[in-house]
């Protein structure tokens, strides 16, 4: 049934300084953007060996049902989650759960964004073995 990760969204209260952050954190610019009025309320980015789409939206459009909702936690998938983890607070973010093995050949992380998010981070061995096999066949 579930066949694998679509889009992420993120909420913010100041869209343009979000899109500044994450534009900073991933390298790329967004490549798509929803205007309600004179105001971009929504943007996304493509990003991954999957292109997976990671959402930015203003928090004025977040459905009241979803606003109090519990969260999840999303794991993305990083070489190297120290390296991670220390330039997600070098950007601003704040610890949520430092870098933890939770078995051999999957660490993981986490962070608050600055708009509020938490943000997951892990190295995931059996995600590099599904790539690897998706690349040699």
């Known amino acids: ?25 991933l390298g790329v610019e967004p490549y798509f953007a929803r ?28 459905p009241d049902r979803a606003a109090g909702a519990g969260a999840g936690l999303v794991y993305w998938a990083v070489d190297d989650v120290r390296a991670a983890f220390d330039r997600l607070l070098a950007l601003g973010a704040t610890e949520h759960e430092k870098p933890v093995e939770r078995g ?25 073995d599904v790539l690897a096999a998706r690349t040699e066949g």
């Open 1 to 25: 049934m579930l066949r694998g990760l679509t889009t992420v969204t993120y909420f913010a209260d100041d869209l343009p300084a979000a899109r500044r952050w994450y534009t900073e954190l």
């Open 35 to 62: 205007s309600a009025g004179d105001e971009v309320a929504y943007l996304e980015y493509r990003i991954g060996d999957y292109l997976a789409e990671l959402g930015l939206l203003d928090r004025r459009y977040v």
């Open 104 to 128: 051999p050949g999957f660490v993981t992380a986490s962070v608050t964004d600055p708009f509020g998010n938490v943000l997951g981070v892990m190295y995931n061995q059996h995600y590099l």
